[in-house]
């Protein structure tokens, strides 16, 4: 069992920069990030697997989104530049993917997620 607690969220304007942190209880090998905006369904962010020896990102944040890990700490990152308003979301964390890493479906384990505001 692993429990996951985010943190970093906040209210910033487009350009702006943030960094959210993933606080996993114990040891993991996969992790990913998933947002969630008002009235749409929860979408892949990107994801780092096996200790970080394969890192994915979706298309919409390629280039802007930087996801890492600090395995003495059992801590992810998400290091989110140049923020849009479309950007806006819930921002959650999983881990121990049992399938496809982009797939919500395929993670047991989810924080409780962090609110990301971006305005323009």
């Known amino acids: 069992q692993v429990q996951l607690v985010e943190s970093g969220g906040g209210l910033v304007q487009a350009g702006d920069s943030l960094r959210l942190s993933c606080a996993a209880s114990?040891?993991?090998?996969?992790m990913g990030w998933f947002r969630q905006a008002p009235g749409k369904e929860r979408e892949f962010v990107a994801a780092i697997l096996w200790s970080g020896g394969s890192i994915y990102y979706a298309d919409s944040v390629q280039g802007r989104f930087t996801i890492s890990r600090d395995n003495a700490k059992n801590t992810l990152y998400l290091q989110m530049n140049s923020l849009k308003p479309e950007d806006t979301a819930v921002y959650y964390c999983?881990?121990?993917?049992?399938?496809?890493?982009?797939?919500?479906?395929?993670?047991?384990?989810w924080g409780q997620g962090t609110q990301v505001t971006v305005s323009s």
């Open positions: 999983a881990a121990e993917p049992r399938g496809l890493y982009y797939y919500t479906g395929a993670y047991d384990y």
């Open positions: 114990g040891r993991t090998f996969s």
